[in-house]
């Protein structure tokens, strides 16, 4: 098992503290600013990937003197630094990759961040963001286990496609059965466990199912 994690240039006061996925992650990627991100937080990118576009001379010259392995992109491309960062850890062949300082700055960046993660779904790949109030995943058809996390206790689950057909959900204090929800349905908002586990399914779509928290630290 292999964990990719991926620094974005987000707003860095919505990044939860790295360290503690320290355990977790074989590889650390810093994409653009995110790179800086990582070295602030005492960690060494092993790969930092990007345009560059965002940082200044000597922020650039750290990351070359610290990173173990450095590509930079021209600033007109077709990519975001996202998704060359993504793309290169593919190339990895993780089993998950986590992804950081995605959400909270420009709207269009997080919206296409939150998009990606069907890309990665779409290459066997696990992919979750996280920030200080949430946990971002997303799921095709099937039953999955969910579990209790008393940093993010509410659950939510949306429809990534435009409906999601048969989600049911067991061990929820708001039960369902074999209910299809749409795009602006709010039927699946802000749920919680009842014990440790539960377990969710459905039959035909695409879920996000994103775990969060109301009071953020």
Same mark, same amino acid.
């Given at each position: 098992?292999s964990t990719?994690?991926?620094?974005?240039?987000?707003?860095?006061?919505? *990044?939860?503290? +790295? @360290?503690?996925? &320290?355990?977790?992650?074989t590889?650390? #990627?810093g994409? $653009?600013? =995110?790179?800086?991100t990582?070295?602030?937080?005492?960690?060494?990118?092993d790969?930092?990937?990007?345009?560059?576009?965002?940082?200044?001379?000597d922020?650039?010259?750290?990351?070359?003197?610290?990173?173990?392995?450095?590509?930079?992109?021209?600033?007109?491309?077709?990519?975001?630094?996202?998704?060359?960062?993504?793309?290169?850890?593919?190339e990895?062949?993780?089993?998950?990759?986590y992804?950081?300082?995605?959400?909270g700055?420009?709207?269009?960046?997080?919206?296409?961040? *939150?998009?990606? +993660? @069907?890309?990665? &779904?779409?290459?066997?790949?696990n992919? #979750?963001?996280? $920030?200080? =109030?949430?946990?971002?995943?997303?799921?095709?058809?099937?039953?999955?286990?969910?579990y209790?996390?008393?940093?993010?206790?509410?659950?939510?689950?949306?429809?990534?496609?435009q409906?999601?057909?048969?989600?049911?959900?067991?061990?929820?204090y708001?039960?369902?059965?074999?209910?299809n929800?749409i795009?602006?349905?709010?039927?699946c908002?802000?749920?919680?466990?009842?014990?440790?586990?539960?377990?969710?399914?459905?039959?035909e779509?695409?879920?996000?199912?994103?775990?969060?928290?109301?009071? +953020?630290i």
């Amino acid at each position: 098992m292999s964990t990719v994690a991926i620094v974005a240039g987000g707003p860095s006061q919505h *990044i939860p503290y +790295l @360290h503690t996925y &320290k355990e977790e992650v074989t590889t650390w #990627i810093g994409a $653009d600013k =995110g790179a800086i991100t990582l070295l602030e937080a005492n960690l060494i990118p092993d790969i930092a990937i990007g345009d560059f576009d965002s940082i200044s001379e000597d922020e650039l010259a750290r990351i070359k003197h610290n990173s173990h392995h450095y590509e930079i992109h021209p600033v007109e491309k077709d990519e975001t630094d996202l998704e060359l960062a993504i793309k290169r850890s593919l190339e990895l062949n993780p089993d998950t990759i986590y992804l950081f300082g995605i959400t909270g700055g420009r709207l269009d960046h997080e919206l296409v961040g *939150i998009q990606l +993660l @069907h890309q990665l &779904k779409q290459n066997n790949v696990n992919g #979750i963001i996280f $920030d200080n =109030g949430n946990r971002i995943e997303l799921n095709f058809p099937g039953k999955y286990d969910i579990y209790d996390d008393p940093i993010y206790p509410n659950i939510s689950f949306l429809p990534f496609s435009q409906k999601v057909i048969g989600i049911s959900l067991e061990g929820f204090y708001y039960k369902l059965s074999n209910t299809n929800i749409i795009w602006g349905s709010t039927l699946c908002i802000s749920n919680k466990l009842l014990s440790e586990k539960g377990t969710f399914s459905f039959d035909e779509g695409i879920l996000l199912v994103i775990k969060s928290r109301d009071v +953020l630290i």
